[in-house]
C-alpha cells in the first residue's frame, strides 16, 4: 500500500478516520472520576505530572484504551476476512458461535480447575472459541464456507451452546457463576497492563502475520477458479485467512470476552466511508475507532455505574444488524 | 414447503392413538417426577380425595398448574411453528428463532420497568403485543422472498438485542433483576397461575383462528393464483395467520417466557406421519407439541436434580441438532 496508491483511492478518507484515532485516545485518558486538561495528560504522558496523575493516566486509563482500541481493530480485521470469506455480510465470528463456545470454555475451567488464574481463563477461552470454530466448519464442511448453511449451523451450535452454559452456571456454586458471568459480559474494566501487555504483543504479532496474506483475500473473491488460475493456493490460502481470524477475535474475548457485534458492524460501516482497495485495513480502522468510543460510552454515560461494554455493544449492534436485515432488499 | 413423500394418503392407522398415548405417559410422569417425587399409588390416593394432606398441596398447587401450563405451552408453540412454516414458506421457521418470543418478552420487561404493568391482564396483553409486532416484521421480511436464513439471522439479532437491553436494564436497576430473572430463560418451575387463567382465552381464539384457516392455507400452499382462482384472498390469509400466531405465541410467552425450537421441532416431526395437508399437521401438533414440552420439562426437573434447569435450556439442547440437520438437507 504505497503512498501513490493512497493518493489515487482517497487519501483524505483514509486521513479523516485516521486523525479520530489519537482524538479517541486522548479524550478517553482526559475524562473521567478525575476530570483532566489537556496540558495535565501530556504531563502525565511525558512523565512530569504528580505521581497521583500519572498513575491515573498511565497506569490505569491507557492500558484501558489503548487495549480498547487494538482489540476494536483486531475485531474489525477478523469481521473483514470471515465477510470477505463466507461472501455474506453478514458473516461474523460471533454470530457463527465463537462467544458462546469461548464462555463454555471460561465455565469448565471455572469448574475444573481449582483457583484458576487469568491465564487459564485466557487459554480456556481460547480453546473453547477454536473448538466451535472448528466444529462449525466440520459440520459444513461439504457445503463449504459460503452461503446460509454456515451462519445456519452456526446459529444452532451457538443455541446448543448457550444451553450448556446455562446448565453449568446452574450447576456450580454462586460465586464461581459469579465469576463466569462478569467475563461473560465482555468488559473491559480494571484491565491493567498486567493483561494489556501480553495481549497487545499477541495482537501485534498476529496483524506481522496477517499483514502479508491480506492480498490474497481480494483475489479470492475473484472466485476459486480465478484465484487457482492466478496461482493462488486457494485452500491454504484460505485456510490461513481463517486461522488468523480466528486468533484475533480469541485473543480479544480471552482477555475482554465477548465483546459482539463489533466484527460485524466495522467492515460494514467501512464501506460507505473507505476507498474499498483495503477491506481489511479499512475494517480495523473502523473498528478501533467503533470500540473506542463504545467503551469510553459505556464507563462514563451511565455514571457511576460502569456498564459492560459488551452489554452496550450487543444492543446496539443486535438492533443495528435487525435494521440492515428489513431494510435491506 | 416441502415436504419428504411418506405419509401423502399412505395410511398410518396406529399413529394417531401412539402419540395421544404417549402424550398421556408423559403428562402422568410430569406430575410424577420432581425434587418430592410422587408414587403412582400416593397419586390414585390423591384422585379418590384421600391421601397425606402434603402430597395433595403439592400435586393441586404444583405439579398440576405446571403440568396444564406445559400442555398450554406445547400447543400454541407447536401451532403457530406450523402455522409460521406454511405462512413465510420457510421450514426453518420458528417462533423462537424468528424473534417473536424476544419481541414479546421484550414488550413485557418495558412494560413492568417502564410502566409498571405486572398485573397477569397486564404481562398477557403486553406479551401478545409484543409478539404480533415481531410476527408481522418477520412475515413482511419472509415475503421479500429471497434466502431464509436471513429470516433467523434478523431473528437472532433481534433477540441478542433485547437481551443486550435486558442486561443493561438490570445492571441499572439491580431491583428490577428479581421480576425480570424469569423471562430470560424461558421456564415453567412457577407459571403465574393468574397468567395462565388470563392467557387462556387468547390461546382459544389463536387456535380457533388457525382451525379457520385450514383451507385457505392449503389453497395457499398451491400458490398465489391458484388461489385466488379457488377464492382465497392471500394478504387476508397471512394477517389472519399472523394475527393466531401472535395471540399463540404471545399467550404461551406470557405464562413460560419464550421457548425456542418447540415450533420448529414438531411440525418437522410430524410431517413425515401426517403429510402436508395443513389439518392434519396442525391435529398432531396439538398432541406432538404438549409431548414435547411437557417431556422436557420433566428432563428440566431430572438434569440437576434435586433442583432443575430452565425449560428453555432442554428445548434449545434437543432443538439445536434439529436445525443443523435441517439445513443440511438442502432444498
Same mark, same amino acid.
Given at each position: 500500500?504505497?503512498?501513490?496508491?493512497?493518493?489515487?483511492?482517497?487519501?483524505?478518507?483514509?486521513?479523516?478516520?485516521?486523525?479520530?484515532?489519537?482524538?479517541?485516545?486522548?479524550?478517553?485518558?482526559?475524562?473521567?472520576?478525575?476530570?483532566?486538561?489537556?496540558?495535565?495528560?501530556?504531563?502525565?504522558?511525558?512523565?512530569?505530572?504528580?505521581?497521583?496523575?500519572?498513575?491515573?493516566?498511565?497506569?490505569?486509563?491507557?492500558?484501558?484504551?489503548?487495549?480498547?482500541?487494538?482489540?476494536?481493530?483486531?475485531?474489525?480485521?477478523?469481521?473483514? =476476512?470471515?465477510?470477505?470469506?463466507?461472501?455474506?455480510?453478514?458473516?461474523?465470528?460471533?454470530? =457463527?458461535?465463537?462467544?458462546?463456545?469461548?464462555?463454555?470454555?471460561?465455565?469448565?475451567?471455572?469448574?475444573?480447575?481449582?483457583?484458576?488464574?487469568?491465564?487459564?481463563?485466557?487459554?480456556?477461552?481460547?480453546?473453547?472459541?477454536?473448538?466451535?470454530?472448528?466444529?462449525?466448519?466440520?459440520?459444513?464442511?461439504?457445503?463449504?464456507?459460503?452461503?446460509?448453511?454456515?451462519?445456519?449451523?452456526? =446459529?444452532?451450535?451457538?443455541?446448543?451452546?448457550?444451553?450448556?452454559?446455562?446448565?453449568?452456571?446452574?450447576?456450580?456454586?454462586?460465586?464461581?457463576?459469579?465469576?463466569?458471568?462478569?467475563?461473560?459480559?465482555?468488559?473491559?474494566?480494571?484491565?491493567?497492563?498486567?493483561?494489556?501487555?501480553?495481549?497487545?504483543?499477541?495482537?501485534?504479532?498476529?496483524?506481522?502475520?496477517?499483514?502479508?496474506?491480506?492480498?490474497?483475500?481480494?483475489?479470492?473473491?475473484?472466485?476459486?477458479?480465478?484465484?487457482?488460475?492466478?496461482?493462488?493456493?486457494?485452500?491454504?490460502?484460505?485456510?490461513?485467512?481463517?486461522?488468523?481470524?480466528?486468533?484475533?477475535?480469541?485473543?480479544?474475548?480471552?482477555?475482554?470476552?465477548?465483546?459482539?457485534?463489533?466484527?460485524?458492524?466495522?467492515?460494514?460501516?467501512?464501506?460507505?466511508?473507505?476507498?474499498?482497495?483495503?477491506?481489511?485495513?479499512?475494517?480495523?480502522?473502523?473498528?478501533?475507532?467503533?470500540?473506542?468510543?463504545?467503551?469510553?460510552?459505556?464507563?462514563?454515560?451511565?455514571?457511576?455505574?460502569?456498564?459492560?461494554?459488551?452489554?452496550?455493544?450487543?444492543?446496539?449492534?443486535?438492533?443495528?444488524?435487525?435494521?440492515?436485515?428489513?431494510?435491506?432488499? | 414447503?416441502?415436504?419428504?413423500?411418506?405419509?401423502?394418503?399412505?395410511?398410518?392407522?396406529?399413529?394417531?392413538?401412539?402419540?395421544?398415548?404417549?402424550?398421556?405417559?408423559?403428562?402422568?410422569?410430569?406430575?410424577?417426577?420432581?425434587?418430592?417425587?410422587?408414587?403412582?399409588?400416593?397419586?390414585?390416593?390423591?384422585?379418590?380425595?384421600?391421601?397425606?394432606?402434603?402430597?395433595?398441596?403439592?400435586?393441586?398447587?404444583?405439579?398440576?398448574?405446571?403440568?396444564?401450563?406445559?400442555?398450554?405451552?406445547?400447543?400454541?408453540?407447536?401451532?403457530?411453528?406450523?402455522?409460521?412454516?406454511?405462512?413465510?414458506?420457510?421450514?426453518?421457521?420458528?417462533?423462537?428463532?424468528?424473534?417473536?418470543?424476544?419481541?414479546?418478552?421484550?414488550?413485557?420487561?418495558?412494560?413492568?420497568?417502564?410502566?409498571?404493568?405486572?398485573?397477569?391482564?397486564?404481562?398477557?396483553?403486553?406479551?401478545?403485543?409484543?409478539?404480533?409486532?415481531?410476527?408481522?416484521?418477520?412475515?413482511?421480511?419472509?415475503?421479500?422472498?429471497?434466502?431464509?436464513?436471513?429470516?433467523?439471522?434478523?431473528?437472532?439479532?433481534?433477540?441478542?438485542?433485547?437481551?443486550?437491553?435486558?442486561?443493561?436494564?438490570?445492571?441499572?436497576?439491580?431491583?428490577?433483576?428479581?421480576?425480570?430473572?424469569?423471562?430470560?430463560?424461558?421456564?415453567?418451575?412457577?407459571?403465574?397461575?393468574?397468567?395462565?387463567?388470563?392467557?387462556?382465552?387468547?390461546?382459544?381464539?389463536?387456535?380457533?383462528?388457525?382451525?379457520?384457516?385450514?383451507?385457505?392455507?392449503?389453497?395457499?400452499?398451491?400458490?398465489?393464483?391458484?388461489?385466488?382462482?379457488?377464492?382465497?384472498?392471500?394478504?387476508?390469509?397471512?394477517?389472519?395467520?399472523?394475527?393466531?400466531?401472535?395471540?399463540?405465541?404471545?399467550?404461551?410467552?406470557?405464562?413460560?417466557?419464550?421457548?425456542?425450537?418447540?415450533?420448529?421441532?414438531?411440525?418437522?416431526?410430524?410431517?413425515?406421519?401426517?403429510?402436508?395437508?395443513?389439518?392434519?399437521?396442525?391435529?398432531?401438533?396439538?398432541?406432538?407439541?404438549?409431548?414435547?414440552?411437557?417431556?422436557?420439562?420433566?428432563?428440566?426437573?431430572?438434569?440437576?436434580?434435586?433442583?432443575?434447569?430452565?425449560?428453555?435450556?432442554?428445548?434449545?439442547?434437543?432443538?439445536?441438532?434439529?436445525?443443523?440437520?435441517?439445513?443440511?438437507?438442502?432444498?
Amino acid at each position: 500500500m504505497t503512498v501513490r496508491h493512497l493518493m489515487t483511492q482517497g487519501l483524505w478518507r483514509w486521513g479523516a478516520l485516521t486523525a479520530v484515532v489519537p482524538v479517541v485516545l486522548f479524550a478517553s485518558l482526559a475524562v473521567g472520576d478525575l476530570p483532566l486538561g489537556p496540558t495535565e495528560v501530556w504531563d502525565a504522558l511525558t512523565g512530569s505530572a504528580t505521581p497521583f496523575t500519572t498513575a491515573v493516566v498511565v497506569d490505569w486509563r491507557l492500558p484501558r484504551v489503548l487495549a480498547a482500541l487494538a482489540f476494536g481493530a483486531a475485531l474489525g480485521a477478523a469481521g473483514a =476476512i470471515f465477510q470477505s470469506l463466507t461472501r455474506n455480510p453478514l458473516g461474523s465470528p460471533d454470530v =457463527i458461535g465463537f462467544d458462546t463456545g469461548a464462555y463454555t470454555g471460561v465455565l469448565l475451567a471455572l469448574l475444573t480447575v481449582p483457583a484458576a488464574g487469568f491465564a487459564t481463563l485466557a487459554t480456556a477461552s481460547l480453546l473453547g472459541g477454536l473448538a466451535t470454530a472448528a466444529l462449525v466448519t466440520v459440520l459444513t464442511a461439504r457445503s463449504g464456507l459460503t452461503g446460509r448453511r454456515f451462519i445456519v449451523t452456526g =446459529i444452532a451450535v451457538s443455541a446448543l451452546l448457550t444451553s450448556v452454559n446455562t446448565w453449568l452456571v446452574y450447576k456450580t456454586d454462586p460465586a464461581t457463576a459469579a465469576t463466569g458471568s462478569i467475563w461473560a459480559a465482555g468488559t473491559l474494566d480494571n484491565l491493567r497492563w498486567k493483561q494489556a501487555t501480553p495481549a497487545l504483543l499477541t495482537l501485534a504479532a498476529l496483524a506481522a502475520l496477517t499483514y502479508p496474506v491480506a492480498t490474497r483475500l481480494r483475489i479470492l473473491a475473484l472466485g476459486d477458479d480465478v484465484a487457482t488460475g492466478l496461482g493462488l493456493p486457494v485452500t491454504r490460502s484460505r485456510a490461513l485467512l481463517i486461522a488468523c481470524a480466528v486468533g484475533l477475535t480469541a485473543v480479544t474475548t480471552a482477555i475482554a470476552g465477548p465483546i459482539a457485534f463489533i466484527a460485524l458492524a466495522a467492515p460494514h460501516l467501512a464501506r460507505p466511508l473507505l476507498p474499498r482497495g483495503h477491506p481489511i485495513t479499512a475494517g480495523a480502522l473502523v473498528g478501533a475507532v467503533l470500540l473506542g468510543v463504545a467503551d469510553w460510552a459505556a464507563a462514563h454515560l451511565f455514571a457511576p455505574t460502569q456498564l459492560p461494554v459488551g452489554a452496550l455493544t450487543v444492543t446496539l449492534g443486535g438492533g443495528y444488524l435487525a435494521l440492515t436485515l428489513v431494510l435491506r432488499r | 414447503m416441502t415436504p419428504r413423500g411418506g405419509g401423502l394418503g399412505r395410511a398410518r392407522p396406529l399413529g394417531a392413538p401412539a402419540a395421544v398415548l404417549v402424550l398421556v405417559v408423559v403428562a402422568v410422569g410430569s406430575v410424577l417426577i420432581g425434587s418430592r417425587p410422587v408414587s403412582p399409588a400416593e397419586l390414585l390416593d390423591a384422585l379418590g380425595g384421600h391421601g397425606d394432606g402434603d402430597v395433595l398441596t403439592l400435586l393441586w398447587r404444583v405439579r398440576a398448574p405446571r403440568t396444564l401450563a406445559a400442555l398450554a405451552v406445547g400447543v400454541a408453540l407447536a401451532v403457530a411453528g406450523a402455522l409460521m412454516q406454511t405462512t413465510t414458506r420457510n421450514p426453518l421457521a420458528d417462533p423462537g428463532l424468528l424473534g417473536v418470543g424476544a419481541g414479546s418478552a421484550f414488550f413485557v420487561t418495558v412494560g413492568m420497568s417502564a410502566f409498571g404493568l405486572h398485573s397477569a391482564l397486564g404481562v398477557a396483553l403486553t406479551a401478545i403485543a409484543g409478539a404480533a409486532v415481531m410476527t408481522i416484521l418477520v412475515l413482511l421480511l419472509g415475503l421479500r422472498g429471497g434466502d431464509g436464513s436471513r429470516l433467523i439471522l434478523a431473528g437472532i439479532a433481534f433477540s441478542t438485542a433485547v437481551l443486550g437491553v435486558r442486561s443493561m436494564i438490570t445492571l441499572l436497576d439491580p431491583r428490577a433483576l428479581d421480576a425480570l430473572r424469569a423471562w430470560s430463560a424461558g421456564s415453567l418451575a412457577a407459571p403465574d397461575q393468574a397468567v395462565l387463567a388470563v392467557a387462556t382465552p387468547f390461546l382459544g381464539a389463536g387456535l380457533l383462528l388457525a382451525a379457520g384457516l385450514v383451507r385457505p392455507l392449503d389453497a395457499l400452499g398451491l400458490g398465489e393464483d391458484l388461489a385466488r382462482g379457488l377464492g382465497t384472498r392471500p394478504t387476508l390469509v397471512r394477517a389472519a395467520s399472523a394475527a393466531a400466531s401472535a395471540l399463540l405465541v404471545g399467550g404461551a410467552t406470557a405464562v413460560a417466557g419464550p421457548l425456542a425450537f418447540v415450533g420448529l421441532m414438531v411440525p418437522h416431526a410430524v410431517r413425515p406421519f401426517t403429510g402436508p395437508g395443513t389439518a392434519r399437521v396442525l391435529a398432531a401438533c396439538l398432541v406432538v407439541g404438549p409431548a414435547l414440552v411437557l417431556l422436557a420439562d420433566t428432563l428440566a426437573r431430572v438434569a440437576l436434580w434435586p433442583g432443575e434447569i430452565p425449560v428453555g435450556v432442554v428445548t434449545a439442547a434437543l432443538g439445536a441438532p434439529v436445525l443443523i440437520v435441517l439445513s443440511r438437507r438442502g432444498r
